[in-house]
């Protein structure tokens, strides 16, 4: 509430003069005055129109909105045609992100007055805001027309344009801004985010120093700085960057948010969240903030609240690409697979060439139930032709010298050089790599580096941090190094480089391990696999042509952590308890019914679901109704979350595989703990998973052939405890003297794969050259 001093304003009896000497405060700069006058003549006088109208305009300018529409509407009632009320309405709404009301007044102001440029610019601002972007070209245009030389109107264009990733035009209209204000820091800034959108990062960053030479005091221009220093994996910087914006705006809502960005990159979850809930205080309709909470939630294992999160944001905007995206990947870990391929579906329809929505989309259908192999193919071939094969006609020729027997350079291309279930297998190929033969290049695309981190770059020859590089950048750096055999091991999971791989940098690239399945991209060359994994007849589901190891494509090295195997737990409880460390994303009505299908034919037993995804009582809750849904009782089951599992493995005493997508990491620590399980050789790959590592085992006998040979080969191992002990107490020492655990021997395997395929290169190339 404002102070009432009416004898210090001298106020007079004569309204004109009253106005004049607000209209004088305001010229001056003395805002504070103009606002405190203006507030004490409506208190003196209601139907005062051009104190409301004062007084509503400089709330706008503080950021008083809610007051602002208050004073504003009163203005309006008293005289409705005034266009200046009308755009300042729509400007306080659109302040508060209800787009739809701020749109009706602007388009009432323009019904009025078709040549109010500052109210076209602010429609125009308005139809980005809701994703109507060719509209809000041609707004600007309009207004462009009126003004040619309104500032405002070409930065807002070139913004608009940048979202439809016309970035030269972008570059254009905010040039045209430096053409009429050279010294125009936000022309410059904008510069910087087209640059940061084309990944030339070095290029965004100087046009930001740029902007902040001529407003150092701007907190939005700090806050797009930290941005662009965040895209460069300069995460501290980019922290003091945000903190600076905060200190010249504490109630900037974006640069909080940005803030917690980087609080979650690096781990300190907590302080994030704090962020992106203070955020939402300042501005509660904040569809990015509220994305961003949600996404902590989720790592946090809320999923039921990030749901909650995400729907809110998409009601304030429907069209939210990535909010879209994230609350796919909720439904994902909800088991609800098809309504989040419908939400990737919609995030595809507003940003078609979002390879983060096909990315996503792919993963999910290798795990749906109901989906035949050819047609998740055909999805995957879609992706190249959309994603992959435009970049065909760039490729250039290898200069790589076809010497079939020199030393070859190797590079990695990883996410997951960091503590992550790849090291299980990471870990051993590059201590064991013959480096005599073989020099290894690790490019890692980090956010945060860890202990197992440091691991990684002692057992390489070269370490190149790829966060911040663009594909073409990335590209452009594995050429230079003379790679040999490029080696994806991330396929379509998070972070990943395939747009490098499209690129077709290096003469040999081969797909491996992240991901298990294909890639959809013919500029690969191999898959990497073994005879289960990828039997014969199989290869029309393969982009890549599968290169078959002359041995099981299977290596784990435990954690030392795991401690010791448990007697058989069923002698002592008297009766079976199966059990599986599955992500919900495995579990479907397939699974379910021949889980359920076990139980009722094994009365007594019990079935153990133990995984992060049911960390939540109401994520339990809705398994277990599904499962009563099948005639199993809550009491035979234990469904929850423990971390590490170890414990639970030890209270289980036959293992449980998914399908059509087998788990993985989660299989070799069944076994190590003694545990037997039963997979279903499903589609190939990601349904052999289980197959190929059971055949490495030596123990066939566990892989079914469809779903009522799966009850039967887990009945049969219920049936006999004696038998079942035994296994338990000798499955380790098997494992330790299987190919699963024969480190050296599975890398000398890989690096002759290697070694053949660059032969087969080196043929190629001298035959193309002769």
Known sequence: MLNIDFHSDGQSKNPAINHQKLIAYIHSGQLSQAEQMAYNLILLDQADFFAHKIYGSLLVQSERYQEAIASLEQAYTLKPEDTEILNNLGQAYYKLEQFDEALKYYNSALAQRSDFAECLNNKGMVLHALGRLNEAIDIYDRAIILRPKYLKAHNNRGAVLRDLKRYQEALASHDRALAIEPQNAEAHSLCGMVFQQLGQLHEALACQLRALAIQPNNPGIWVT?????????MLTQALIAFDQALALNPRLSEAINNRGLILRALGRLSEARACFEKALIFKPCSVEALNNLAI?????????????????????????????????TV?????????ALSDLAQAQTFEPDSVIACSNALFILNYHPDHSAETIFDAYREFD???????????????????????????????????????????????????????LTAYAELTQEDALTAVYRRLVDHWVPTRGLSDDELAARIRADGIDILVDLAGHTANNRLGV???????????????????????IDYFLADATLAPEGSEALFAEQPWRLDRPLAIHRPVPEMGEVSPLPAH?????????????????????RTWATILQR??????????????????????????????????RLEIGYHSPPWDVLRGID???????????????????????FITLADRPSVGRIGSTILTALGHPEWIAASETDYVERALALAADLDRLAALRAGLRAEMEHSPIRDEGGFVRSLERAYRRMWQLWCRTSIRHNS
């Not at 700085?225 to 994996?233: C, E, F, P």
């Not at 946090?300 to 994230?326: C, M, R, Y």
């Not at 007594?604 to 398994?623: E, H, N, W």
């Open 602 to 635: 094994l009365p007594g037993s019990r079935l153990v679901i133990d995984s992060k995804d049911f960390a939540a009582p109401s994520m339990q809750q809705r398994l277990t109704e599904r499962f009563e849904a099948l005639g199993i009782a809550p009491e």
């Open 296 to 328: 902590l939630q989720h790592q946090q294992g809320q999923l039921d609240s990030a749901l909650e999160t995400l729907n809110k944001a998409l009601t304030f905007n429907p069209n939210h690409v990535s909010a879209l995206i994230n609350r796919s």
């Open 331 to 339: 439904l994902r870990d909800m088991g609800q697979l098809d309504t």
């Open 225 to 233: 700085l930290g941005l662009i220093l965040s895209a460069k994996g």
């Open 654 to 676: 036959i293992g449980l595989d998914c399908f059509p997508h087998n788990s993985g990491v989660t299989l070799y620590e069944t076994l190590y703990m003694g545990l037997p």
């Open 385 to 439: 032709r959309r994603f992959g094969q435009p970049h065909r006609a760039a490729w250039l020729p290898h200069p790589n010298r076809p010497d079939p027997e020199r030393r070859l350079r190797l590079g990695y291309v990883s996410p997951d050089f960091r503590g992550h279930s790849a090291c299980h297998a990471l870990e051993p190929l590059l201590t064991h790599h013959d480096r005599a033969h073989f020099e």
């Open 572 to 592: 002592r409880r008297g009766y079976v308890t199966f059990g599986t460390l599955t992500r919900h994303v495995r579990i479907n009505h397939r699974t379910l």
């Open 501 to 523: 791989f499209a690129r077709r940098p290096a003469p040999v690239s081969v797909t491996w391990m992240g991901y298990g399945s294909t890639t959809g991209l013919s500029a």
